[in-house]
C-alpha cells in the first residue's frame, strides 16, 4: 500500500461517508476535499451546496473560500446565503461537515474564542459562519479534526457549534428541529460516532497504526467504545491518486 | 409573545419597523443619475457613528474602494456587520474603524488563515462584540428587507452563541415550537460591489449574490460601485437580470476591478500574493504602517491603489486565471 498522510486518510475516510445521491453543505478545505473525492469516486450524483450561494457544482479544483468563483463552476444555480441555509432548514441537507479549535464528549464546537472575558477574549477566533446553521440543520454533522487532548476538551469554552449539547435529550429539548445532530468524529487516529442514548462519544473504528489506546490517550476525556471496533481501511491508490493528482494537486489541503 | 430566553448581546440598530418606514418615507424615488467618485459618496453618505454593512462575501465581490475610502476619510466608532467578513474586515480593523460589532465570521481569511491585526485589535478590549452566524444576520437583513421588526429562526439554540446575541427565544403561536426571533438591523449605510448599474442604481449581479439582495433593501443609504456602467435602455431590455432596483440606491460609482485585490466572479480572480503580503505585514507594526501608508493612506483613489500593485498588467493576469475556468463553460 501506498504511503499517504494524515489528512490524506481522513479526507477519503470522510469522502465514503457520503452516498449516491445524498447533498452536503461543505466549507473550505478538508470538507470540500471530501466532497470532491466522494463525488470523483463512488457518488457521481452528491449534491455539493457552499453557504455563500453555490449550488450544485462540479467543482474542478479546490476553492480558497466558500463564495469564490470556483464553488459556482458548472454548477445548477447560484444563489445566496438564505437559499442555502432555507434548504438545510427545510430538512433538504443530508450532511455537513465542520471543525473547531474544541470539541467535547457531546460534539459541541468551539470556533469563537478562548478565555471567560467575551469582549477581551484571550484567544480570539472567526466565530461561528455557517457552521452553526448547517449543524443545526443537516441531519448528519461530521467533524474532521486532528486528535489531540487540547482539542478534545473536557468542556469547551464556549459552545459556538451545537453537538448534543448536554447529552441525553437536551438537544431535542433546545428547540433545534429534531433528529439532527452530530454524526461521526473523524480524526487522524479514529472514527468516533455518538452511543445512542447518552449521546456520549465512543470508538468505532481505529486507523492503520493506532490503537484504541493511542486513542484515549489523546482525548481530554473518557471515551466509550462500540460493541464492535473496526480497523479503518486506508486510502486506496486510487482515492490517492485522484486527491493528489486532480483534486488537490497544490496540497493546499493534503500538504498541511 | 412571551420570551422565554434571551441572550446578553446587544443590538447595535432599532429594529422598529415603523421608525424605519417613516425615513423610507423620505428616500428619494425620482430617477435621476446618481453617478459620483467613491470620495463624495463617503464624504456625503458615511458617518462617525453609523451603521456600516458591506457587501459580497470575504474576499469576493466586495466594494474594496469604499472600505479603503472609509480609513482615508477617517471615520470612528462605526457599528459593523461581520457577516462573513474577512479581508474587508482586515481593512477595517487596519483603520479602527468600528467599535461596535455583529459576529459571523471575522478575524480568519477562510484557507488563507488568520489575520494577525484584525485579530489583535478584537483581543484588545476595544470593541463591542455580539455572537452570531452567517444565517442569523442573513435573516435580520431579511426582517429589514421585509419592512419588519424581526424574523424567526431554528438556528442558534443551546449554544454559547445564542447567549452572547441579541436574540430572544419565543414560541410558535401556532405549533409552540421554539424559535429564535432575531431582530431586524436596518443600516444607516450599506456598500454592494455589483457588476454592472446605470447611473440611476439599478444593478445586475452575476454568480452567487450572498446576502445582498436583502442588504440592498433594508439599507436606508446605499453606495453602489460596479465594474462599468450600463445603459438604462440595456436594463429595461431584460427586467429579469436587475437585482437591485435604483429607489434603493443613494450614489453609483464606476469602478473597474473594485474588489480586487478579491474575487469578481466572472471577471478576476483574487489577488493571492497580494492577500499574503498584507497578512505578511501585518505581523510586524512598522511594516503594517508603511504597507498601509503605500496602499491606502497615501493613495488618491482605487485606481491609485492598482497602479501600485501591478495596474492593468496584473488586473489582465487576474482576469485571465478566472476565465481559465470560468471561461471554459459552455
Known amino acids: 500500500m501506498a504511503d499517504y498522510n494524515t489528512m490524506e486518510l481522513m479526507i477519503c475516510t470522510a469522502a465514503r461517508e457520503l452516498e449516491d445521491g445524498a447533498s452536503v453543505g461543505v466549507g473550505t478545505g478538508a470538507p470540500c476535499a471530501a466532497a470532491m473525492l466522494s463525488q470523483k469516486t463512488g457518488s457521481p450524483n452528491l449534491t455539493i451546496l457552499f453557504e455563500a450561494g453555490g449550488a450544485a457544482p462540479l467543482i474542478p479544483e479546490m476553492p480558497i473560500s466558500v463564495g469564490d468563483s470556483r464553488t459556482t463552476w458548472k454548477a445548477l444555480m447560484a444563489s445566496g446565503m438564505c437559499e442555502i441555509m432555507e434548504t438545510a432548514c427545510r430538512g433538504m441537507l443530508d450532511y455537513t461537515f465542520l471543525g473547531g479549535a474544541q470539541i467535547d464528549m457531546y460534539g459541541n464546537l468551539n470556533s469563537t474564542r478562548i478565555g471567560p472575558d467575551h469582549q477581551k477574549p484571550k484567544v480570539r477566533f472567526p466565530g461561528s459562519g455557517g457552521a452553526n446553521d448547517f449543524a443545526s440543520f443537516c441531519w448528519r454533522m461530521m467533524v474532521m479534526t486532528p486528535q489531540d487532548p487540547k482539542r478534545f476538551a473536557e468542556k469547551c469554552s464556549f459552545i459556538t457549534t451545537p453537538g448534543w449539547l448536554e447529552g441525553g435529550d437536551s438537544r431535542a429539548k433546545s428547540g433545534l428541529p429534531l433528529g439532527a445532530g452530530p454524526y461521526k468524529i473523524i480524526t487522524n487516529m479514529a472514527v468516533m460516532d455518538f452511543e445512542p442514548e447518552s449521546k456520549r462519544m465512543r470508538i468505532v473504528a481505529v486507523n492503520p497504526g493506532y490503537s484504541e489506546k493511542d486513542v484515549q490517550d489523546n482525548c481530554g476525556f473518557e471515551l466509550l467504545k462500540a460493541p464492535k471496533i473496526i480497523d479503518n481501511p486506508p486510502p486506496t491508490a486510487e482515492e490517492l491518486h485522484i486527491l493528489r493528482d486532480v483534486i488537490d494537486p497544490y496540497r493546499y489541503v493534503i500538504g498541511r | ?330
Open chain 2, 1 to 330: 409573545m412571551d420570551v422565554i430566553a434571551q441572550g446578553s448581546g446587544k443590538i447595535f440598530t432599532d429594529p422598529d419597523a415603523d421608525k424605519a418606514r417613516s425615513f423610507f418615507r423620505t428616500k428619494n424615488r425620482k430617477l435621476e443619475s446618481k453617478v459620483m467618485t467613491v470620495k463624495d459618496a463617503v464624504e456625503k453618505f458615511v458617518h462617525d457613528g453609523d451603521y456600516l454593512v458591506l457587501g459580497g462575501f470575504g474576499a469576493n465581490r466586495i466594494p474594496a474602494s469604499v472600505a479603503h475610502e472609509i480609513l482615508r476619510q477617517g471615520r470612528k466608532n462605526m457599528g459593523f456587520a461581520g457577516h462573513t467578513s474577512t479581508h474587508d474586515f482586515q481593512i477595517l480593523c487596519a483603520g479602527e474603524v468600528f467599535n461596535k460589532l455583529d459576529v459571523a465570521y471575522i478575524v480568519g481569511l477562510e484557507a488563507r488563515g488568520l489575520s494577525p491585526n484584525a485579530r489583535k485589535y478584537m483581543e484588545s478590549g476595544k470593541v463591542d462584540v455580539s455572537e452570531w452566524t452567517n444565517y442569523s444576520l442573513s435573516v435580520r437583513f431579511k426582517a429589514a428587507a421585509a419592512g419588519v421588526s424581526f424574523h424567526p429562526a431554528r438556528n442558534v439554540m443551546g449554544t454559547d452563541t445564542f447567549k452572547f446575541s441579541g436574540g430572544k427565544i419565543i414560541a410558535c403561536p401556532f405549533t409552540g415550537t421554539k424559535y429564535i426571533a432575531q431582530p431586524a438591523i436596518y443600516p444607516d449605510i450599506a456598500a454592494i460591489h455589483v457588476h454592472e448599474a446605470d447611473i440611476y442604481g439599478n444593478c445586475r449581479v452575476r454568480g452567487i449574490t450572498v446576502s445582498d439582495f436583502d442588504v440592498a433593501r433594508a439599507a436606508k443609504r446605499l453606495i453602489i460601485t460596479c465594474e462599468r456602467l450600463i445603459t438604462n435602455d440595456e436594463i429595461r431590455r431584460d427586467p429579469s437580470l436587475t437585482v437591485i432596483p435604483y429607489w434603493c440606491v443613494d450614489a453609483v460609482c464606476e469602478v473597474p476591478f473594485g474588489s480586487y485585490p478579491g474575487n469578481m466572479y466572472g471577471e478576476y480572480f483574487s489577488d493571492e500574493d497580494h492577500l499574503r503580503e498584507w497578512m505578511k505585514v501585518e505581523q510586524d507594526p512598522d511594516e503594517f504602517k508603511k504597507f498601509l501608508d503605500k496602499n491606502i493612506y497615501s493613495c488618491k483613489d482605487h485606481f491609485d491603489y492598482i497602479d501600485r500593485n501591478g495596474g492593468i498588467r496584473k488586473m489582465q493576469m487576474l482576469r485571465q486565471k478566472e476565465f481559465m475556468f470560468i471561461g471554459a463553460r459552455s
